[in-house]
């Protein structure tokens, strides 16, 4: 079956722009997570999706990130009026359901943001 | 305040001989431990977890050690093969809660 996917692979944006990311997750997958990780650094928690519950957005690094997932599936994480420490790589992961705790993750791509 | 942490950037490892990758975390409430792999350009991709109960775990030429007392965590790989040759990074999950942290990584590189 097909992994996650990710669009678009690369993003060059200016200053100031809005952006939309987008995750495709495996097919059954309840939960959608996503990870930022800047040049050098590790993966930063930014969102998580349970199937319907309100999602937890305590990585956010700021109001200007914003994230939904529409029907349980597809996410897009928007980042508005973008700044130069956003460029990033973009990751989405998705796994099943687990009782209690994060299950195995499985990533996509990622997406390349350079804000310029 | 890092919780997991990986404190080796870059390793280099001769082809055939064991590459040790090491991972220590702070917090004494995680009990469910992961290591994944990532090549340039792509997704991270999962290699092999530990849960607390164990202290060891094989699969093929992966083997994680967990010593909970030491709040430290390996992945040794023997032997070492070019394809090998990417970043690694631990992550580690406690009960309850539906994040996993991840370390820094740790950039392996298999010399020929």
């Known amino acids: 079956g097909a992994g996650v996917s990710q669009s678009p692979s690369n993003k060059v944006t200016e200053k100031g722009k809005d952006v939309e990311l987008r995750c495709d997750p495996i097919?059954?997958?309840?939960?959608l997570y996503w990870y930022r990780q800047s040049l050098g650094q590790g993966l930063e928690f930014l969102i998580y999706?349970?199937?319907?519950?309100?999602?937890?957005k305590s990585g956010l690094p700021s109001d200007r990130f914003s994230a939904e997932r529409t029907g349980g599936s597809v996410s897009t994480l928007t980042i508005q009026r973008t700044q130069q420490e956003d460029s990033a790589v973009y990751l989405c992961?998705?796994?099943?359901?687990?009782?209690?705790?994060?299950?195995?993750?499985?990533f996509g791509p990622g997406t390349r943001l350079t804000v310029l | 305040d890092q919780q997991v942490k990986q404190n080796s950037p870059s390793l280099s490892v001769q082809e055939g001989r064991i590459s040790i990758l090491n991972c220590d975390y702070t917090n004494s409430m995680f009990d469910y431990f992961l290591w994944y792999k990532k090549y340039p350009a792509e997704g991270p991709t999962f290699l092999i977890s530990i849960s607390s109960i164990k202290d060891k775990n094989e699969d093929g030429r992966f083997t994680v050690f967990l010593n909970k007392s030491a709040k430290h965590l390996s992945l040794h790989i023997v032997p070492s093969q070019p394809g090998d040759s990417a970043v690694y990074f631990c992550?580690?999950?406690?009960?309850?809660?539906?994040?996993?942290?991840f370390g820094q990584g740790t950039r392996l590189t298999i010399n020929p």
């Open positions: 097919s059954g997958h309840t939960a």
């Open positions: 992550a580690a999950s406690a009960q309850g809660a539906q994040k996993l942290v």
């Open positions: 999706f349970q199937g319907n519950s309100a999602p937890d």
């Open positions: 992961a998705s796994s099943f359901r687990t009782s209690g705790r994060a299950g195995t993750q499985y």
